[in-house]
């Protein structure tokens, strides 16, 4: 088994164990297990539980910057493809698992600064990969600041709907996919 691999497993079981047991419940060598993989094989590829949870960062901001690089509609067609996007969105932020290990490395960053440090850079790379796509959208004499607020509205939205699928998971997501197109479309149209 190559290093990738190694890493890609490791990475997997801290995610899985993360969710179900939180960030101090995670032990190293239970990570290990699940990735079956020896204690010093994991350390040998991540030096702490801190720089898994980077690498466990970076790879969402790379999923998300993936999905926005294959939107290409320009201005005419982006917000189209966007509201295209908005069932699956909001599929994401109902994944259980995903959730319950969002709001716990969110939970993580409150009490932690190294790790606040870590989730707020990688969030500031997301914010300015998304500000750079909607740039098209930019209203004409649209001050910087509330173009930015517009689009951390978006982020705001997102966020607030997987908190709030951990309170209400029977939500009406046809409905919800309905009130976010809207939503940007008003915000964006």
């Keep these: 088994m190559g290093q990738d691999e190694r ?3 490791i990475v997997e ?10 960030i101090h419940g995670a032990a190293m060598a239970e990570i290990a297990e699940r990735a079956e993989l020896g204690v010093g094989q994991v350390y040998r590829i991540f030096e ?7 690498q466990i960062a970076n790879e969402d901001l790379a999923e998300m910057r993936a999905m926005l690089d294959a939107l290409d509609g320009g201005a005419a067609g982006l917000l189209d493809e966007i509201c295209a996007l908005v069932p699956q969105s909001i599929d994401r932020c109902f994944d259980t698992r995903r959730v ?8 993580e960053a ?3 600064p190294r790790v606040a440090g870590i ?11 998304f500000e750079e ?9 649209e001050t910087v600041g509330d173009f930015r607020a ?16 951990i309170n209400h998971p029977q939500a009406d997501r046809a409905i919800l996919t309905r009130l976010v197109q809207m939503t940007l479309r008003r915000l964006f149209a």
């Design 7 to 9: 890493r890609e497993r």
């Design 13 to 22: 079981a801290a995610r899985d164990c993360i969710a179900l047991s939180g």
């Design 48 to 54: 702490s539980k801190e720089a898994l949870i980077a």
């Design 100 to 107: 319950a290990l969002r709001t716990e490395l969110a939970a």
């Design 110 to 112: 409150a009490r932690n």
């Design 119 to 129: 989730l707020q850079a990688v969030d500031r790379q997301g914010r300015a990969a």
């Design 133 to 141: 796509l909607m740039s098209a959208l930019r209203r004409s004499g």
């Design 150 to 165: 517009r689009c951390e509205f978006v982020h705001v939205l997102f966020d607030g709907l997987a908190v709030r699928s």
